[in-house]
């Protein structure tokens, strides 16, 4: 889909690198996909999702597409059915270990984002920044009340903790922590408008020092999508970041440019685990 894109990793000061990514661009299908797998206690997880969970949803997509209209499932559906998906192949290889995920996904002139656990997607706009995923922390009220209601506990040790373990409350893989970390993913869908001319994935490492407007500003700073990626992991290292980091920064604007919608426009957001509490 000539979508310009530029990825920055680096290990920061742990002893090994446990993020994985993904790029997947389907030029007859009018799709393109950006991903990031920050694990956790190994990489094999990540490892599997990058190149497991964006197969599956395009195979079930294709398949879908063979239906009549009235038959087929949402693209949200399918995505979530991805994610569980890879979770079970997880939890059958008896890994112990987990993995946070991030997708961004376009289709024609619309968009499709995804996580679970602290990844980020952004986006750029007219206004400033628009933040596409939420952070699955232990001590979120909603993700709390998930966890006791179904007979866990969080406790706090430096940061709050499920079981006392684990920093994130929802992630593909942990089944030493089932059911208390999920791996239902929240979905967003939407409309690209032509507003929209950076959108930047990064897995916590990054989050934790820099602002989504920071690095909306750092990525439009630059014209080469790389460079964009390697500024802003030298900024968070620079800011005190510790931890693994992976950046990948998408240069939207010629995909955009010629859209009819001049503002980006949220349609729906999905979310199994948060319509379970309710």
Not at 55 to 69: D, G, I, S, T, Y
Not at 204 to 217: C, F
Request: charged share 25%; aromatic share 8%.
């Amino acid at each position: 889909m000539n979508i310009p894109y530029g990825i920055s990793e680096d290990i920061g000061f742990r002893a090994s690198m446990e993020d994985e990514h993904a790029i997947y661009d389907r030029e007859e299908r009018s799709f393109f996909s950006a991903e990031i797998y920050d694990g956790h206690g190994g990489r094999g997880p990540a490892l599997i999702a990058a190149e497991m969970l964006t197969p599956a949803f395009l195979h079930a997509w294709e398949m879908e597409m063979k239906k009549p209209v009235c038959d087929r499932r949402s693209e949200a559906d399918l995505l979530r059915e991805a994610y569980l998906e890879v979770d079970a192949y997880i939890v059958k290889k008896r890994l112990e270990a987990g993995t946070c995920a991030v997708q961004f996904y376009i289709m024609g002139n619309r968009f499709m984002a995804a996580n679970t656990g602290d990844s980020r997607a952004i986006i750029g706009t007219a206004e400033g920044t628009v933040v596409l995923t939420r952070d699955h922390k232990p001590d979120d009220y909603p993700e709390f009340s998930r966890i006791r209601a179904l007979g866990g506990s969080v406790m706090a040790f430096g940061v709050p903790r499920v079981q006392g373990i684990l920093a994130v409350s929802r992630a593909l893989g942990d089944s030493c922590l089932k059911p208390y970390v999920s791996p239902e993913p929240r979905i967003v869908q939407g409309n690209l408008g032509c507003e929209n001319d950076r959108a930047v994935l990064a897995c916590d490492g990054v989050w934790d020092v820099l602002s989504p407007e920071t690095v909306i500003e750092a990525a439009r700073g630059h014209e080469d999508a790389k460079e964009a990626a390697e500024n802003i992991s030298g900024m968070a290292k620079d800011t005190g970041s510790y931890d693994n980091i992976t950046v990948i920064v998408l240069d939207l604007r010629s995909h955009t440019v010629g859209l009819r919608n001049k503002k980006m426009k949220i349609t729906g957001t999905y979310d199994r685990a948060a319509e379970n509490r309710a």
